[in-house]
Every structure is written in structure tokens, then in C-alpha cells.
């Protein structure tokens, strides 16, 4: 495999250094092109009203000053000569990317640019409840084999992995889930502020959960010591709902639903 390592949390991030590591108990063929800096929340954002630029870090190791999906971009497209990456690795995130992060999530993104440039790609997240102590070996831990077994199978071309690991040490992990996406917004935390001239601002906080998460999430799985792996398909379109518009807006032929 030739792999390509990016991440949202910038090219200096422990995670990426532990997922590089990972990639090459895999392979000896290893790229890293990531952000110049932190792009938490970026979402799925590409840069286009200002010119991009790079620098190399080192051998294999470029930085961009731009967005995750920049990043990818740019490494598919310039960056990284031929032969493309077979896999694109993004994380391991600093924090969990479960249940509604992941339209916000600039990790998720990556792994997304990728594959709508044709490339299979995982994202992965090591949920930790003190930011502070974050368990980085679960993650390094248990990556590699994870890791080989996705890459060892054919997942449809639209769809990306999404992987969380729980926030336990990594002996205590009680195995792999197979998981559906939750749902955890219940609303942001808003910590209301005056600047000193007197003007009123806003830091977004954190996000609430005020239940319990339900079974076969993503949340539950993590939360119970698994890893959560999540099919997270590119198409959002809800074909269930396609005969009740049809209904509503009196349309006689019904769009095609397979």
C-alpha cells in the first residue's frame, strides 16, 4: 500500500504522529500532508477565495496552509508523485468524532475528499473525557490490525470508515463493534463573554448529551469499552421520502428510488 497520513488537528499533532507510526507497521510507503494548523470543526471546507501554499516539513512531509480537504486535495491531485495512495488514513483525532460530529468534523472531511477522488480512507478518533490525559496507546494499540483488516476488503466506492477508540486503556478494550451513527445534539454550550470595549461575544462550547446514548450507536459502543466502526455513506439523499413529495407536489412519475 502506499498510504497517505492527514488529520484536522495540524501537521504537528501527537495523533498524526501516532497514525503515521501506525501506517508504517503497514507500509513502508508513507506520506503525511496536513494542515499547517488546527482545522477542528472545519467540516468538509475547501479554500477558494485565497491562493494555497505548502512548505516541506521534511522527506514525505508536507504541511498546507489551508483545510483538511485542502489537504487531501492537493496530495492526490500534486503533492504526493505518482503512484496515488491506495489508502488514506486521517486522525487519530484528538477527541471523539461520534453520532452528529461527524458533519462538522475537519478528520471526517479528509477521509470524505478522498473518497470522492477515488481513494478508500478511514477516520479515526481516540475518545477521551479528559482532553488533558487522552490514551493514545489504545489507539496505536489496536490501529494496525483494524486497520489491515478494513484495507483487506472491498467497502463501496461512497462510503468512508469511521472508527472511534474508547477512552480505556488499551487492555481493557473489549473488542470491535460494528456501529450505526447516533445522535448526541441535544444543543452547544455557549459561554457568553464582554470584550473591553464593552462588546458582547461568544465561545461555542461543548456539546450537551442529556441521555443515555441508545444501543447500536456509535456512542453506546464507546462508552460500553468497544471500538466503534461506523459505514459512513457519501450519499445523503433519503429515498424513503421520495413518494411523499412525489404525493405532495402531485408529481405522476415517481423518481427513481434504487
Not at 503497514?26 to 468538509?44: F, Q, R
Not at 489508502?87 to 468534523?105: C, E, F, Q
Request: hydrophobic residues 40%; glycine residues 6%.
Amino acid at each position: 500500500m502506499r498510504i497517505l497520513v492527514t488529520n484536522d488537528d495540524g501537521i504537528q499533532a501527537h495523533g498524526i504522529k501516532v497514525l503515521e507510526q501506525v501506517a508504517r507497521s503497514l507500509s513502508d510507503d508513507v506520506w503525511v500532508v496536513a494542515p499547517e494548523t488546527n482545522h477542528s470543526g472545519a467540516g468538509h471546507s475547501l479554500t477558494l477565495r485565497r491562493p494555497l501554499r505548502w512548505r516541506q516539513v521534511s522527506e514525505r512531509h508536507i504541511a498546507v496552509d489551508g483545510t483538511p480537504t485542502d489537504c487531501v486535495l492537493l496530495a492526490l491531485q500534486k503533492l504526493v508523485p505518482p503512484p496515488r495512495p491506495t489508502l488514506v488514513l486521517s486522525g487519530v483525532n484528538h477527541g471523539a468524532n461520534l453520532a452528529d460530529d461527524v458533519t462538522y468534523s475537519g478528520t471526517i472531511a479528509a477521509a470524505m475528499e478522498a473518497v470522492l477522488l477515488g481513494v478508500p480512507a478511514i477516520a479515526l478518533s481516540q475518545v477521551s473525557r479528559d482532553r488533558h490525559k487522552i490514551k493514545w496507546a489504545t489507539a496505536e494499540r489496536h490501529a494496525p490490525e483494524l486497520i489491515r483488516r478494513l484495507a483487506s476488503m472491498n467497502w463501496p466506492e461512497d462510503v468512508l470508515i469511521n472508527v472511534n477508540f474508547p477512552d480505556v486503556p488499551a487492555r481493557r478494550v473489549k473488542g470491535v463493534k460494528i456501529t450505526r451513527q447516533g445522535k448526541k445534539k441535544i444543543g452547544d454550550q455557549l459561554v457568553e463573554r464582554v470584550d473591553p470595549r464593552g462588546e458582547p461575544y461568544v465561545w461555542i462550547g461543548v456539546l450537551k448529551q442529556e441521555r443515555s446514548p441508545e444501543p447500536g450507536t456509535d456512542l453506546a459502543a464507546v462508552a460500553d469499552g468497544w471500538v466503534s466502526v461506523t459505514p459512513i455513506h457519501l450519499d445523503m439523499t433519503h429515498r424513503p421520502t421520495f413518494r411523499h413529495l412525489a404525493n405532495a407536489l402531485g408529481l405522476l412519475e415517481r423518481p427513481e428510488t434504487t
